[in-house]
């Protein structure tokens, strides 16, 4: 009689190769090492996000940890740019490599995922070492395309996909800032009128490090029509931090951030959300389940999620906001 050949248990059990250390929140934490905390509950508390829970014990677990690696990894940077400065010598000029050159970390997630709060914290966190005092940061909704051209070209429904967005624009800007120009301007998103701030912009000068925080700072660029490789965003950073958590939890955040919001800034007469203000919570929040259903969650699972695995480090959330798990590159 033919019988299959069993399985070895051992085989079964064999994990595929993974480029990343998975880290619980207590190993991580222990590694901040004796870096002092710089920043009070106030602090904190002003740079949190609506709905997002952040305090200084999170502060200390985990951004703590994160900024003294930061740290580490901005000096060894520089040492690397030295290296190469003394091998180009001369052929460098004008090529940007003499200039002092930022250290550029990317903050990439779904919408309602929090990372704009974890952007900000790192920022301020960043900004107390005195090798890089002048940290800005930057999100990409300002490179959105304006309402007008969105409809114009079908996309009003898209908005936060990787097409609603004005790539070239964007991939050059930090590219600019990369290559030490003295002042280098982008558009200004505003979450009140869900539109570009018409004649607004916003200028960078010079930072010692640049933060792009955005849904598809990961996304690698699109081969050029003539099939070349083109220098997409992500190719400009020198750390990339992805917030990772469970569709529903987002979905969770995001509808409890809607009511907040409705109770807030919808109140505004400008505000481009207003008439959900005007009908009841129940309806209100049918239609931002639609916005999640339809747009959100469709755009994390197709575009935002499938970038996770090129981060230098996952930030695994739980239910109650709070990082549970970090996956950070070691090869
Ligand atoms: N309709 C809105 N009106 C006002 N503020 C908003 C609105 N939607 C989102 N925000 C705010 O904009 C910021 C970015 O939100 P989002 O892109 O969802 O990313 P994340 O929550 O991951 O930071 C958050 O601070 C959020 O509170
Ligand atoms: C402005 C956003 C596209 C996020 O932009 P980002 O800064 O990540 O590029 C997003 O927050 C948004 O408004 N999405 C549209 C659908 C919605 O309002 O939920």
């Keep these: 009689m033919i019988t299959s050949p069993a399985r070895s248990p051992q085989r079964r059990t064999e994990h595929a190769p993974t480029p990343y250390v998975d880290l619980s929140r207590d190993e991580w934490s222990a590694l901040r090492d004796k870096t002092p905390l710089p920043l009070t509950a106030d602090e904190v508390e002003r740079l949190r996000g609506l709905g997002d829970v952040i305090d200084l014990d999170e502060v200390r677990d985990v951004y ?62 960043l900004a107390r070492w005195p090798e890089h005092p002048r940290v800005e940061l930057v999100t990409t909704d300002g490179f959105l395309l304006p309402m007008k051209e ?45 539109d570009i701030v018409p004649g607004e912009r916003l200028t960078v000068r010079r930072p010692d490090i640049l933060i792009v925080e955005g849904l598809n700072v990961l996304q690698p660029a699109l081969p050029g029509k003539d099939g070349r490789t083109r220098v997409g965003l992500a190719d400009y950073f020198d750390f990339s931090v992805y917030v990772d958590a469970r569709a529903e939890d987002i979905e969770t955040w995001y509808l409890s951030r809607f009511r907040k919001l409705r109770d807030t800034a919808f109140q505004d007469p400008s505000s481009y959300f207003r008439k959900y203000t005007q009908v009841s919570e129940e309806e209100a929040l049918d239609y931002a389940r639609t916005m999640w259903r339809t747009i959100n969650k469709p755009n994390l699972m197709e575009n935002v999620a499938p970038t996770r695995g090129r981060a230098t480090l996952v930030l695994r959330k739980g239910p109650d906001h709070k990082v549970q798990k970090l996956s950070l590159r070691k090869l």
Excluded at 156 to 176: I, M, N
């Design 150 to 194: 969105l409809r114009a070209r079908g996309l009003t429904s898209r908005k936060g996909f990787p097409e609603s967005y004005d790539r070239r624009a964007l991939t050059r800007f930090v590219a600019d800032i990369k290559a030490g120009k003295d002042e280098v301007t982008a558009p200004v998103y505003s979450h009140l009128i869900y």
């Design 64 to 125: 703590l940890p994160l900024s003294r690696l930061l740290n580490l990894y901005v000096q060894a940077t520089s040492g690397l740019r030295g290296a190469l400065n003394t091998f180009l010598g001369d052929a460098g000029n004008g090529h940007g490599a003499q200039r002092g050159t930022p250290f550029v970390i990317g903050v990439a997630g779904s919408v309602a995922v929090g990372k704009s709060t974890s952007a900000r914290i790192l920022q301020a966190l």
